[in-house]
């Protein structure tokens, strides 16, 4: 694992010793908008209007914050408007790689590169920063388009609906007060919250991180038996970011990285939220558990030297859900 400096690859992990341990994740630099007819969004620059066929998408299967976006692909019916490269999940010195011997890994049918950072050099031959999936791709302009995915969600959200995606607002005028609220605390304890844990290089960094994780989830819990989904009646984004934490947190995070108080399936408010989302139409074809699985066991040598993957539990991600009683 890596960064790019000045456009040069350079194989570096996480550096937690000026903060105490703690694991900072950095800020995505890549910062603009896919809008209906290409005037700017809040931030980046304007001219990448929403167009059938002009987008791709770069994700693994394996991180969460790449699910993200392939779950807004799904809902939004975007599967024949935009184009998805999907990396191989074992991330080794040079990065992300493109290896189609690992399966359901595609190759980078845009440039034919063999690592994620080449298609960054292609965006900016000087970028100094870490080479992240998700990646918006503008294939009219070949230009980067967006490297963060909760403004990627927001963007296929609402700006296609003017060709061609399904409707579906998740993050409705009525509700975002409460959306950002939620996904303002789920995002800082429970998504970042476990890589704090598992990426924590002292005691003090690891407990304060866990700490604050099982408050939250004991919250989320405790919500979840007063309504159906985070903000009340109605599936929102909010609940899309947890929810790819919560599919990863049994089956990866429980072990590797220290997050083991509880499982998910110890909460029954939680595990049947969690299975609701994961037999909605579509959610289920997202989730790769090899990728999953492969990435985080295998390409996280400083917490798991030998790479052996564990077991893992079974998931009864097929039992019914029961949440259209509440
Ligand atoms: N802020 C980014 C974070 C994305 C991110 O950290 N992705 C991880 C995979 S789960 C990654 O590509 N890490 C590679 C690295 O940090 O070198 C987003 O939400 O889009």
């Known amino acids: 694992m890596g960064l790019l400096v000045d456009g ?13 341990g703690r694991f ?22 304007g001219g990448f209007a929403a167009e059938k066929g002009r987008y791709h998408l770069y994700v693994s299967y ?8 392939l779950i807004f692909r799904k809902l939004k019916g975007l599967e024949d408007h935009i184009t998805v490269s999907i990396v191989s999940p074992l991330m080794f010195e040079n990065g992300w790689p493109f290896d189609t011997s690992f399966p359901d890994a595609t190759s980078d049918e845009l440039f034919g590169s063999q690592y994620l950072y080449q298609v960054y050099q292609q965006a900016d031959s000087k970028y100094t920063g870490r080479v992240t999936v998700p990646i918006l791709w503008d294939k009219k302009q070949n230009k980067l388009v967006s490297n963060e995915s909760s403004e990627i969600i927001r963007m296929l959200n609402s700006a296609f609906d003017g060709v061609g995606a399904k409707p579906g607002d998740y ?8 959306v950002d609220e939620v996904n303002s605390w789920v995002y800082d304890t429970v998504n970042n919250g476990v890589y704090k844990a598992g990426f924590a ?7 304060e991180a866990i700490e604050k994780l099982f408050e939250s989830l004991d919250r989320l819990e405790k919500l979840l038996g007063e309504q159906r989904y985070l903000t009340g009646d109605k599936l929102t984004e909010a609940d899309i970011r947890l929810w790819t934490t919560l599919i990863r947190f049994d089956p990866v995070y429980i072990t590797h990285f220290k997050c083991d108080k509880k499982r998910i399936l110890d909460y029954p408010n939680l595990h049947a939220y969690m299975r609701e989302i994961y037999q909605l139409p579509g959610v289920e074809e997202t989730v790769n558990f090899n990728h999953i699985r492969s990435h985080y066991f295998r390409s996280h040598k400083t917490i798991n030297p030998t790479g052996v993957i564990s077991i893992g539990p079974n998931m009864k991600l097929d039992v019914p859900h029961g949440r259209d009683k509440k």
């Open 171 to 178: 993050y409705p005028k009525e509700l975002q007060e409460k």
């Open 8 to 20: 040069v690859w350079t194989d570096q992990w996480y550096d937690t010793k000026s903060t105490g």
């Open 201 to 207: 290089t002292s005691q003090e960094a690891y407990d």
């Open 24 to 45: 900072q994740r950095s800020a995505s630099q890549f910062r603009n908008w896919v809008t209906p007819d290409g005037s700017p969004g809040p931030t980046g620059d």
């Open 62 to 69: 394996a991180c969460p914050w790449a699910h993200r976006t």
